[in-house]
């Protein structure tokens, strides 16, 4: 069982960076995979990035690469998720969310094959 929480969103303006942080509990991370999934008012949740326990593979959605940039720290069992350039259309609920390591990665860019979820942090961006 892996439990997450999210925190570190708020009200920015546009440009501003933030960086959101997710806890992970649970027996063994080892094998897991996290990643950062939004969910906009009235639109399907939207994967950003995702990075393995072990070994630090990342994964990125085309539309933030560069933009965003996703990391873990293994001491501290945390993924954090650094936010730079906000735009308006960044706002959103930010979901932290895990899953067990595949044969294939191409399932991690889909935010339905994640059976992990916290509750999300709020990120909103406006001026």
């Known amino acids: 069982q892996v439990q997450l929480a999210e925190s570190g969103g708020g009200l920015v303006q546009p440009g501003d960076s933030l960086r959101l942080s997710c806890a992970a509990s649970?027996?063994?991370?080892?094998?897991?995979?996290m990643a950062w999934i939004r969910r906009a008012p009235g639109e399907e949740r939207l994967f950003l990035a995702a990075i393995t326990w072990s070994g630090g593979s990342t994964y990125y959605a085309d539309s933030v690469k560069g933009r965003f940039t996703i990391s873990r720290d293994d001491a501290k069992n945390t993924v954090s998720l650094q936010l730079n350039n906000l735009k308006p259309d960044d706002t959103a609920v930010y979901f932290c969310?895990?899953?067990?390591?595949?044969?294939?990665?191409?399932?991690?860019?889909?935010?339905?094959?994640?059976?992990?979820w916290g509750h999300g942090t709020q990120v909103t961006v406006s001026s």
């Open positions: 649970g027996r063994t991370l080892s094998n897991y995979v």
């Open positions: 969310a895990a899953r067990g390591k595949s044969y294939s990665s191409s399932i991690y860019y889909k935010p339905e094959e994640y059976n992990y």
